[in-house]
């Protein structure tokens, strides 16, 4: 079974609707992480965060939401959805008490998101 | 500005043959240096990663080398494998940037 899960996997969507993407993780990880992917571009990091109510933003996080009301689950929403927020979205996950000095990332399979 | 430079950007090698895919950061302050491998349709997977002190890591047929000084990094893949067909991303902390990522593809 997966640690790190995503839904959806794909999701098509039209201009100005609100979407919720879900994480869930049974690593018992407290760092959470949103990230997207475009072709061509590096992952960038959307939203993060080190623990239950903690939330942090990360280099684009305008036009989106986060909440993360468990340890084991952190959700991004698009309050609004426009045509450039068409994208993969990586959920991530790290523990930096295993090691911390490297802090590795466990990502889940990505949401394919579509906004037309 | 903190950025992290891959290339080549894609790269077709034959099967068992080797090859050497390059990362040139900016970032600053560094902390390390991570290689992940990312199959079409999945997340990234780690594979390796080298703090300041270390200037080589090696995972079976995947070494990593990191020279500091000139903010260069290489994963050298050995007897190559159609299975390592993939993007290999780059990432590189403190900032934590990721790069851009390397396509490769095995051919029979």
């Known amino acids: 079974d997966a640690d790190v899960t995503q839904t959806p996997r794909n999701r098509i969507t039209k201009t100005g609707k609100r979407i919720m993407l879900e994480c869930s993780q049974t690593k018992g990880h407290d760092r959470m992480y949103w990230y997207r992917q475009d072709p061509g571009l590096g992952l960038r990091l959307i939203y993060y965060s080190f623990d239950v109510k903690d939330i942090n933003k990360g280099e684009i996080s305008d036009g989106y939401s986060v909440s993360r009301q468990a340890q084991a689950k952190f959700s991004l929403s698009l309050e609004s959805a426009i045509p450039n927020q068409t994208a993969l979205y990586f959920c991530a996950t790290s523990d930096p008490e295993a090691s911390a000095s490297t802090d590795t990332q466990y990502f889940g399979p990505g949401t394919r998101l579509t906004v037309l | 500005k903190n950025q992290v430079e891959q290339s080549p950007q894609s790269l077709i090698i034959l099967e068992g043959k080797n090859c050497t895919l390059q990362?040139?950061?900016?970032?600053?302050?560094?902390?390390?240096l991570r290689w992940y491998k990312q199959d079409t349709g999945r997340g990234p997977v780690s594979l390796t990663i080298m703090t300041f002190s270390e200037n080589t890591k090696s995972n079976g047929r995947y070494t990593a080398t990191l020279d500091a000084d000139t903010k260069q990094s290489s994963l050298h893949i050995t007897a190559s494998q159609l299975s390592d067909s993939a993007s290999y991303i780059c990432v590189v902390s403190g900032d934590m940037r990721f790069g851009a990522g390397t396509r490769l593809t095995v051919k029979p």
């Open positions: 990362c040139n950061y900016t970032v600053s302050p560094f902390s390390n």
